[in-house]
């Protein structure tokens, strides 16, 4: 639903009531008008005393659901910004947007995306979603995203783990397989910046890798992953 009366927003909110939910994901569908956004996340903030987490994906470009009717400004892509701005101008740029994010009561972006470009990649590269195929070049520039939003009080997941950039098939609707294709260099991201401490939370990658892994689950199923 899309609105506070809504029958599953009604439910969401008796759970969170009952201490059976302790977050929440908007998508695309989530997200309606000003006024109805508002009322949802009112809605489920009021419901406990705890800080219940409102999650939303908020990567710029394509990706990007808090758009202007919201009072949102557009982002650029990662790919337009790491072309156009330094780590510190795009730290502003992420801190001026965290604002506008926070005031709806959301409290985890569920970006950047620190996985190495690919533009045959038809889910991520082909729609700039990465900064750079560069593994320094993207920790640089995910850093500062990931700065910039914590000035507004809104935490941050780097994705897709363990780096999904290679991956010629879209996730969304069949499992890739980068046995072949993952190498150290697309964890170096993930690591460098877990490692510098200050990242409050991965998002595993639908994908599958056996290098990494003999169990043959995706990544967000495998306990070696």
Known sequence: GSNPNSPSAQALARQIRAGE??????????????????????????????????????????????????????????????????????????????????????NLNLAPVVDLENPDNPAIGRFGRCFSHDPLKVAAYARAFVEGFAAGGILCALKHFPGQGAALTDSHKVLPDLSAEWSASDLYPFRHLIGAGGIPAVMSGFSLSRSLSADGLPAVLSPDI
């Open 21 to 106: 939910v302790g977050g929440v994901i908007f998508v695309k569908e989530n997200v309606g008008d000003l006024d109805d956004l508002l009322g949802v996340t009112r809605l489920f903030r009021s419901q406990s005393p705890r800080k219940v987490i409102l999650a939303i994906d908020h990567e710029g470009g394509a990706v990007q659901r808090l758009v202007e009717k919201h009072g949102c400004m557009r982002l650029p892509s990662a790919r337009e910004v790491a072309a156009r701005l330094s780590p510190e101008e795009a730290r502003q740029l992420y801190a001026d947007a965290s604002a506008s994010v926070a005031r709806f009561g959301f």
